[in-house]
């Protein structure tokens, strides 16, 4: 983390949230009288945020995967570190651990946060009808914390493209067309398609075996 100097990245994480805050409070705007308010309900409300949210930390992932990851590979610097009396399967284990820690991390802590200054400026302006009861504040908390997790987890995928020619630019774009995949199809009415739970989950699977096998990759091929 210090070699990537990787505290940029937080500062760089509050540039980007309040970029989403920005957007939302345009939306809140804009969107203002329409039939469709973006801003109907508590939950379609909270939905916004953690679609948000969710595209720009899982593009962030895949910033950090290209970083620490497959530019190693591509200036051959990863195979120095294979010179170190570490097993390497650690070294790329220890990796994508602080990338999916500080995805979901981020995930987490911008969805409370967004969440938050939306109940507070609602206590002012009264933008949203209906209130908020406890119950309800419970069951998004879970809610969101399931779908933090399995952002994090599908934020992984796209180390499988990235690592076929160890290639950056197809990491960021596995990463953008990820994005499209889950976040796309977002109505007040509807949601998006991660709100089909099984798909964020069986997504999140899937990055967590993509990690696993790249790992296993160490020892042979990629290395070679």
């Known amino acids: 983390m210090r070699k990537h100097r990787f505290a940029r990245n937080f500062a760089v994480a509050g540039i980007a949230n309040v970029g989403i805050l920005l957007f939302l409070i345009m939306i809140g705007f804009v969107d203002m009288g329409a039939e469709?308010?973006?801003?109907?309900?508590?939950?379609?409300?909270f939905m916004i945020i953690d679609t948000f949210v969710r595209a720009t930390f899982i593009i962030f992932a895949g910033?950090?995967?290209?970083?620490?990851v497959i530019s190693e590979y591509k200036n051959k610097t990863m195979n120095v570190m294979f010179t170190y009396p570490i097993q390497r399967h650690k070294i790329i284990a220890a990796k994508l651990i602080i990338v999916f820690v500080?995805?979901?991390?981020?995930?987490v802590v911008s969805d409370l946060l967004m969440g938050s200054l939306l109940f507070i400026a609602n206590q002012f302006y009264s933008f949203i009808p209906g209130s908020l009861t406890n119950q309800d504040t419970l069951g998004f908390l879970l809610k969101?914390?399931?779908?933090?997790?399995?952002?994090?987890?599908?934020?992984?995928?796209?180390?499988?493209?990235?690592?076929?020619?160890?290639?950056?630019?197809?990491?960021?774009?596995?990463?953008?067309?990820l994005v499209l995949i889950v976040c796309s199809g977002f109505s007040g009415s509807g949601g998006s398609i991660h709100s089909l739970i099984v798909i964020p989950l069986t997504?999140?699977?899937?990055?967590?075996?993509?990690?696993?096998?790249?790992?296993?990759?160490?020892?042979?091929?990629?290395?070679?």
Request: hydrophobic share 50%; proline share 1%; charged share 10%.
């Open 102 to 107: 500080f995805t979901f991390v981020m995930i």
């Open 36 to 45: 469709d308010y973006a801003y109907a309900s508590y939950e379609t409300a």
């Open 63 to 68: 910033t950090l995967l290209s970083k620490l």
């Open 144 to 177: 969101y914390g399931i779908s933090s997790l399995s952002a994090a987890s599908m934020a992984l995928i796209p180390l499988f493209f990235g690592m076929r020619k160890h290639s950056v630019t197809t990491t960021m774009i596995s990463s953008i067309l």
């Open 203 to 224: 997504l999140g699977a899937v990055g967590i075996w993509i990690a696993s096998m790249s790992m296993v990759r160490l020892e042979t091929k990629d290395v070679n």
